[in-house]
C-alpha cells in the first residue's frame, strides 16, 4: 500500500512520488524523493526518512522562484548596508513550523520580501 500523495493546490490532482533526479537533475538522482503533480507538475520535496513527507506545499514555477528569492535573501550577506550573515532571517521572524519557506504561499513570499526590502 502507498501512501496518498498531497493534493495540488493549481488543479486538484494528487501528486506522485518520483526520485529527486526527475525533479532537480541528475544529479540528484537516487539522493531522495520528491512529490510531482502529474498534471501540471507542480514540486516539493521529501524529508529524508522511512516516509516521503513533503518539505512543504507543491509549488509552480512562479512560487518556486520567489521561493528562491527569498531564500537567497535571507542570507546574502550585504556588507554595504551594514548587514551580515542571517540579518534577514533575523528581521523575517518566520516563526513556527507552518512559516518555513516551503510552507509559505506566493502572496506571503511577496509579503515577506517586501519587508526585508524596506
Keep these: 500500500m502507498s501512501l496518498p500523495g498531497p493534493v495540488c493546490p493549481y488543479d486538484g490532482a494528487t501528486a506522485e ?11 540528484f538522482e537516487g539522493r531522495g524523493n520528491a512529490w510531482r503533480c502529474p498534471e501540471c507538475w507542480a514540486t516539493v520535496g521529501c524529508k529524508r526518512g522511512p516516509l516521503p513527507t ?7 514555477p512562479e512560487l518556486r522562484e520567489f521561493r528562491k528569492r527569498l531564500r537567497d535573501r535571507m542570507t546574502t550577506v550585504s ?8 540579518t534577514g532571517k533575523e528581521r ?22 517586501w519587508e526585508l526590502y524596506t
Excluded at 556588507?79 to 542571517?86: D, I, K, S, T, V
Design 54 to 60: 513533503p518539505m512543504g506545499t507543491l509549488a509552480n
Design 17 to 27: 512520488l518520483v526520485d529527486a533526479g526527475a525533479v532537480y537533475g541528475p544529479a
Design 92 to 113: 523575517l521572524r518566520l516563526r513556527a513550523e507552518r512559516e518555513r519557506v516551503g510552507w509559505l504561499t506566493l502572496e506571503e513570499c511577496r509579503q515577506r520580501l
Design 79 to 86: 556588507p554595504a548596508l551594514g548587514e551580515q550573515r542571517g
